[in-house]
């Protein structure tokens, strides 16, 4: 009789053990596929930190972007290693192909490109909120949380002496310069009128502070000084 007892215990306790799995799987399936945003504007608010500063509206309306509805029993993701992708990246770095062809180099050389030494993006968003520009409007947050997607890595990299390919890139530059066009409009001719503009000198930083400027936006903020004294932490002759 104890014997058909134990069997008897040991049946129900399996049979309480499937149920409880068969719950709890139920459950994740259904939070799973119930997480979702409420608003298209939830990836942003989470990547610039609304999570944290604006809580209780974000976990109701954002719960997908916020991460609240993930199973619970997550993994920690693996640390994105910085590697160069192609056998070839030596060669191209030392070459001047950083420089040259930075789109694919710093996606896909980076460890020639020297852009892994104490430089990461903090916000796994970061590449998202690059490619909608927020790296010039909103400098203050990116280049703080989004070094690497904003290219403000290149401390090390190799950097010409003397502006390669420093154009004019319309006739009328010439003019436009001798009219004070430079400092009145820095957006454009700094960009497609270099040469007339007198920045293609060698590439460098004329302040110690220059750096620090840039990562808080001022080369965007005070073009007109920024761009002549500051070109290498500006981007100017890269």
Not at 91 to 101: L, P, R, Y
Not at 172 to 178: G, L, V
Request: overall charge positive; some cysteine; proline content about 3%.
């Amino acid at each position: 009789m104890a014997l058909v007892r134990a069997c008897v215990s040991l049946l129900l306790i399996a049979l309480f053990y499937n149920y409880a799995t068969v719950q709890v799987s139920a459950y994740s399936d259904f939070a799973n596929s119930d997480c979702r945003d409420e608003n298209v504007d939830c990836r942003y608010w989470a990547a610039t930190g609304e999570c944290k500063t604006s809580a209780e509206f974000m976990n109701k309306e954002c719960r997908k972007s916020c991460q609240l509805c993930k199973s619970m029993h997550q993994t920690q993701p693996a640390v994105d290693e910085c590697l160069d992708q192609h056998k070839k990246c030596p060669h191209w770095a030392s070459v001047g192909e950083c420089d040259k062809n930075p789109k694919y180099m710093h996606k896909y050389c980076e460890k020639s490109c020297q852009l892994c030494e104490d430089c990461a993006d903090q916000n796994e968003d970061c590449a998202f909120l690059t490619s909608i520009g927020d790296c010039s409007k909103n400098p203050s947050y990116m280049y703080t949380k989004c070094k690497k997607s904003c290219k403000m890595c290149l401390s090390n990299a190799h950097v010409p002496s003397v502006s390669e390919n420093c154009l004019d890139q319309h006739k009328k530059c010439p003019h436009w310069a001798s009219v004070g066009e430079c400092d009145k409009n820095p957006k454009y001719m700094h960009k497609y009128c270099k040469k007339s503009c007198q920045l293609c000198v060698a590439c460098i930083d004329k302040n110690a502070k220059c750096a620090q400027w840039a990562k808080r936006g001022e080369c965007d903020i005070n073009p007109v000084y920024m761009h002549k004294h500051c070109k290498r932490s500006c981007f100017i002759c890269s």
